[in-house]
């Protein structure tokens, strides 16, 4: 399966701030996606990070708050722009690894506190 | 209406014993995926198991098994020998094939909690 390494894995921001979450991936792979989980809560699609091209976002999130690069078939950014305490949450970097029939598989998460 | 339901929000079970847990879902799709992944309080998500929707066996990965009724729409997991590192949040998710899209839809998950 893939491996897939996100980074920082916890972070405490400061209101008002951005911070910028990495996902490498040691394969290629078919799409990358990017997820939010608050707290207590299940995962919610952000959107798909396109390669070379702006990304696909989902109802309710929008490029200026959450701007997505993938420059390359293995690396993804996901940038939390102007953090408030609601954007608190655990954001997952995922992929479809075509390898193993398109399996879903998920990084290690971020944890980041807003505080 | 949800795609996936999860009507469990929390079980327990005794160690050593088996455990299942229920997942429906709703499509009109005949050909879609499902999903099972743990979450431990680390908050990564370990993928543990995968159902085709024209496989005829259940799929089955050393303790985790996966119960398939189609007619019923049911994708319950069973753990069988449950262990104390087992306890965790367990996600059910679906990926529908219409349009060619990857992208599953996850249900609220159960809580999972392995008792001594």
């Known amino acids: 399966s893939a491996v897939i390494s996100q980074k920082p894995s916890r972070d405490i921001c400061q209101r008002g701030t951005s911070l910028t979450i990495q996902c490498q991936v040691d394969?290629?792979?078919?799409?990358m996606f990017w997820y939010r989980q608050q707290p207590g809560q299940s995962l919610t699609l952000i959107a798909t990070?396109?390669?070379?091209?702006?990304?696909?976002?989902e109802s309710g999130f929008v490029i200026d708050k959450f701007p997505i690069s993938r420059p390359n078939l293995t690396f993804s950014t996901l940038t939390v722009s102007n953090m408030s305490p609601e954007d608190s949450s655990i954001y997952l970097c995922?992929?479809?690894?075509?390898?193993?029939?398109?399996?879903?598989?998920f990084g290690e998460g971020s944890w980041l506190t807003v505080v | 209406a949800q795609k996936i339901t999860q009507t469990q929000p929390g079980m327990f079970v005794q160690e050593k014993e088996a455990v299942t847990l229920d997942c429906t879902y709703d499509?009109?799709?005949?050909?879609?995926?499902l999903f099972w992944y743990k979450q431990p309080s680390s908050g990564e998500m370990i993928f543990l198991i995968y159902?085709?929707?024209?496989?005829?066996q259940n799929a089955t990965e050393g303790r985790y098994s996966l119960n398939f009724q189609k007619a019923r729409k049911s994708a319950n997991l069973v753990i069988s020998a449950s262990q104390l590192g087992d306890s965790a949040m367990y996600f059910c998710?679906?990926?529908?094939?219409?349009?060619?899209?990857?992208?599953?839809?996850f249900g609220r998950g159960t809580s999972l909690i392995v008792h001594p």
């Open positions: 995922s992929v479809a690894e075509r390898a193993s029939g398109n399996t879903i598989y």
């Open positions: 394969s290629q792979v078919t799409m």
């Open positions: 990070a396109n390669q070379g091209s702006e990304a696909t976002y």
């Open positions: 499509t009109s799709d005949q050909s879609y995926g």
């Open positions: 159902q085709g929707s024209y496989d005829e």
């Open positions: 998710a679906m990926r529908e094939r219409g349009g060619g899209s990857y992208i599953p839809t």
